[in-house]
């Protein structure tokens, strides 16, 4: 196997930056993040270098093929760091909101908790399906704590979160 030259390997990076771009634009795009767009680009650009480094022509397939998977994959990798590293929430947890660097939502916003019970609709909810909601998306409790809380098993509350996003998402419409 010939490695390729570094004049080559760079030949190679130049020729798909348009490629890795447009996949990049295209995965912000269908996320509906044009914010972090920027971010996207750079790792899928980053994924582009490091699959150069690793092509090999001998490996009879061209480089389009061969760098489409790394590159879609850096793509969803980058998102799903932008995600966790920006979810905004009550006391560091809860309910997730994206926002764009530099943007202070709790100094900006009511609380989770605030919204949630001026809503009137999580106000309908029994007693014990508030406490789910509040717990776990508003304070980021685990599940299993509030099952053990509640003296019901963790699939329970798992089951009834689903069955209040249904109530929730009827009462919206």
Partial sequence: MAALSDI??????????????????GFAARVRAPAWEPDIVGAVLEAL??????????????????????????????????VHHHRVGVNGGGLP??????????ATALSVEEIAMRSGAVGRLPPDDVKIVLSVYVHGRKKQDVAA???????????????????????SR
């Fill in 49 to 82: 270098v490091r699959a150069a480094g690793r092509y090999d022509p001998d490996y009879g397939i061209p480089f389009t093929s061969f760098c489409a998977r790394p590159l879609k994959g850096a793509a969803i990798d980058q998102w799903r760091q932008i």
């Fill in 149 to 171: 809380d509640l003296g019901i098993v963790p699939s329970a509350v798992s089951h009834r979160l689903g069955e209040i996003r249904s109530k929730l998402a009827a009462a």
């Fill in 8 to 25: 080559d390997r760079n030949q190679l990076i130049v020729d798909h930056v348009d490629i890795a771009r447009r996949i990049a634009r």
């Fill in 97 to 106: 909101c994206y926002l764009p660097p530099g943007f202070d939502a709790p």
